[in-house]
């Protein structure tokens, strides 16, 4: 069982950057699989970022390669999201979430078992 609160969040304007934050409860965050996930109001969630547990791997939607990076940090339990250049299209609510089936599935929100509140990133144009 692990619980996450995402924390970071707020209003940019284009161009500018954010770092998301996703704080994890538990001793077992180090053996999970971690990913970001966006909702845009009016659209289904899709998923932004995927980080393996060790943090070699490294997996990211193309609208933001180039311009986001997923971390963690095992000892603090940790997982971010640092995004810079940011768009008007990248404006959603943002959640991380933990414990997909497998590395091949942790681009899909319906193979996680465990999900963060979620945190509205805005951006103006």
């Known amino acids: 069982q692990v619980q996450l609160v995402e924390s970071g969040g707020g209003l940019v304007q284009a161009g500018g950057s954010l770092r998301l934050s996703c704080a994890a409860s538990?001793?077992?965050?180090?053996?999970?699989?971690m990913g970001w996930f966006r909702q845009a109001p009016g659209k289904e969630r899709e998923f932004v970022a995927a980080i393996s547990d060790s943090a070699r791997s490294t997996y990211y939607t193309d609208s933001v390669k180039g311009r986001f990076t997923i971390s963690r940090d095992n000892a603090k339990n940790t997982l971010y999201l640092q995004m810079n250049s940011l768009k008007p299209e990248d404006t959603a609510v943002y959640y991380c979430?933990?414990?997909?089936?497998?590395?091949?599935?942790?681009?899909?929100?319906?193979?996680?078992?465990?999900w963060g509140q979620g945190t509205q990133v805005t951006v103006s144009s």
């Open positions: 538990g001793r077992t965050f180090s053996g999970y699989y």
């Open positions: 979430a933990a414990n997909p089936r497998n590395w091949g599935t942790s681009h899909l929100s319906k193979s996680y078992d465990y």
